[in-house]
């Protein structure tokens, strides 16, 4: 079972930037999808986005395209979310999750390890 750690939450104000981090603890974590998925109070979870083993393809919500920004740095067993152009509407508890199938899924019950998650507040 793939543990996953999650980092960079916080508040910013709106049109700003953040970066969260997602470490594995497991050696063979480049093997495996990580996929960003958000949920906000009272809402559903929320497909943000996804990145292949190899880091070179990547797949997004519509929502989030163009603003937000997904990579991997597999030396060092961390997945990147960068966000942009912060809106209100991303706040959420955002969280990183491994998988062993497709990267184009949304679902998440193809996705077998989840972090904790880590709190986004995007106010003035």
């Known amino acids: 079972q793939v543990t996953l750690v999650e980092s960079g939450g916080g508040l910013v104000q709106p049109g700003g930037s953040l970066r969260l981090s997602c470490v594995a603890f497991e050696r063979t974590f480049n093997s495996y999808v990580v996929g960003w998925f958000r949920q906000a109070p009272g809402k559903e979870s929320e497909f943000v986005g996804s990145v292949n083993q190899e880091d070179t393809m990547t797949y997004y919500e519509t929502s989030v395209k163009g603003r937000f920004s997904i990579s991997r740095d597999n030396a060092k067993n961390t997945v990147y979310l960068r966000m942009d152009d912060l809106k209100p509407e991303d706040t959420a508890v955002y969280s990183c999750?491994?998988?062993?199938?497709?990267?184009?899924?949304?679902?998440?019950?193809?996705?077998?390890?989840w972090g904790q998650g880590t709190q986004v507040t995007v106010s003035s």
């Open positions: 999750a491994a998988s062993r199938g497709s990267m184009w899924s949304k679902n998440n019950s193809d996705y077998e390890a």
